[in-house]
């Protein structure tokens, strides 16, 4: 939430991604500059497709809207 409350989207949430450092903090790993999407649509896959939102794997039932966030969150789930 604190990264798209910042206008970032992650894009790829995976196990692989994540690491914990020695205090416990939590480390997202591979940003690159096309995560930021300053608060327009995204049209780009960038995601590891076992990760990915359905509605993103399938363009045909993208919805117009869809900035990103939405699919973090999906992903979110599927690593917890």
Not at 5 to 10: K, P
Not at 28 to 37: A, R, T
Not at 52 to 71: N, W, Y
Request: glycine residues 6%; charged residues 25%.
């Amino acid at each position: 939430e604190h990264l798209h409350d910042h206008g970032i989207v992650y894009g790829d949430l995976t196990p692989n991604h994540i690491a914990m450092d020695a205090e416990g903090y939590i480390n997202l790993s591979e940003f690159s500059p096309d995560k930021i999407f300053k608060k327009q649509r995204t049209d780009s896959l960038f995601a590891t497709p076992e990760y990915m939102a359905p509605e993103l794997i399938h363009p045909r039932f993208r919805p117009p809207d869809l900035t990103g966030k939405e699919a973090d969150w999906y992903s979110f789930g599927v690593v917890m």
